[in-house]
């Protein structure tokens, strides 16, 4: 079935140490993104990807990196330069750039937790 | 600049009981889309109804139906019979270019 793929569901990270979240998508879809969930809060976008070698910083990008080598993949890695990782992330993907109409899909998401 | 509103927190409501979500938008484009989706406890967001600038008519799906008022820049989504399974998080979207902006969500609880 088609869908997003989102690896680990549960990840624990000691302070200092860089972690790094999957995302795979087998949509065709051009564009994928990254947002942070926190409790009881919205949708925060971290970076998005239009095309393959190609990502913009999203309205939270500091302590976190992505790359897009591939259509299929964007992963997300979270630094030690981010102060507060402790967070639920979604990664999700929809209809790239020659459409402004379709919605997006998500993955399962991650959460992710600071010891 | 582009802003969705989603003024109420949290609802509860008793099943059966009819629901309405409310949703304000802010945007100058001429051309966008709005989105409903639902996130139940376990995380992932589901995608419910996509609506167009250009379309205001008003859809109904089952129990769901969506109330789009360009005048008053609103988009709201109404639940008749409510029913437990549609305790969940709610988000309003707003779809510009491939940028795609999210209120802060309702939390809605239907009792039994």
């Known amino acids: 079935d088609g869908g997003i793929t989102q690896s680990p569901k549960y990840l624990f990270r000691k302070e200092g140490q860089n972690v790094t979240l999957s995302c795979e998508q087998n949509l065709n879809h051009d564009a994928m993104y990254w947002y942070r969930q926190d409790p009881g809060q919205g949708l925060r976008l971290i970076y998005y990807?239009?095309?393959?070698?190609?990502?913009q910083k999203g309205d939270i990008a500091e302590g976190y990196s992505v790359s897009r080598e591939k259509k299929e993949s964007f992963p997300l890695t979270v630094t030690s330069a981010q102060k507060n990782p402790t967070a639920f992330y979604l990664c999700?993907?929809?209809?790239?750039?020659?459409?402004?109409?379709?919605?997006?899909?998500f993955g399962e998401g991650s959460r992710l937790t600071v010891l | 600049a582009q802003k969705v509103t989603q003024a109420q927190t949290e609802i509860s409501v008793v099943e059966k009981e009819d629901v309405t979500l409310d949703c304000v938008y802010e945007?100058?484009?001429?051309?966008?889309?709005l989105f409903w989706y639902k996130q139940p406890p376990s995380g992932e967001l589901v995608f419910l109804i996509r609506?167009?600038?250009?379309?205001?008519q008003n859809e109904i799906s089952g129990r769901y139906s969506w109330n789009f008022q360009k005048s008053t820049s609103s988009f709201n989504f109404t639940i008749t019979a409510s029913q437990v399974v549609d305790s969940a998080v709610y988000f309003c979207a707003l779809r510009r270019v491939n940028k795609f902006y999210f209120g802060s969500g309702t939390k809605l609880n239907v009792k039994p």
């Open positions: 609506r167009n600038s250009f379309d205001e």
């Open positions: 990807s239009q095309i393959v070698n190609d990502f």
């Open positions: 945007t100058r484009d001429t051309t966008y889309y």
């Open positions: 999700a993907s929809s209809q790239g750039m020659d459409t402004n109409t379709g919605e997006l899909f």
